[in-house]
Nanobody
């Protein structure tokens, strides 16, 4: 499975961005798909997941502001980010696995990773 992330950019506080993760080699409807983010010098942090079943789960820090969704026809997963804050500045990565059986927030649960896309929120 190959993942291609895009959609990052520079946005002001309170603005919105939509990240896109395009998959190839398998269909997103058969994968658990997630977003992580990383600030320089820190570990990757879990952001959100959409399960094969369609169930979603969010980190507390983004709950109510971010929404993860999936378009099976386009084989794409999105992360809609609203009410952005400076603390959301990070490189965002999409990740996938055929089944996340353990802790969905843990990096090791995901076999496939895309390259990062930079999100910068200016105050």
């Amino acid at each position: 499975v190959q993942l291609q992330a895009s959609g990052g950019g520079l946005v002001q506080v309170g603005g919105s961005l939509r990240l896109v993760c395009e998959a190839s080699g398998d269909t997103v409807g058969t994968l658990d798909m997630a977003w992580f983010r990383q600030v320089p010098g820190k570990v990757l942090d879990f952001v959100a997941i959409v399960r094969r079943s369609g169930g979603t789960y969010y980190a507390d820090s983004v709950k109510g502001r971010f929404r993860i969704s999936r378009d099976n026809a386009k084989n794409t997963v999105y992360l809609q980010m609203n009410s952005l804050e400076p603390e959301d500045t990070a490189v965002y990565y999409c990740a996938a696995d055929r089944y996340v059986s353990g802790d969905r927030t843990r990096i090791r649960e995901y076999k496939f990773w895309g390259q990062g896309t930079q999100v910068t929120v200016s105050s």
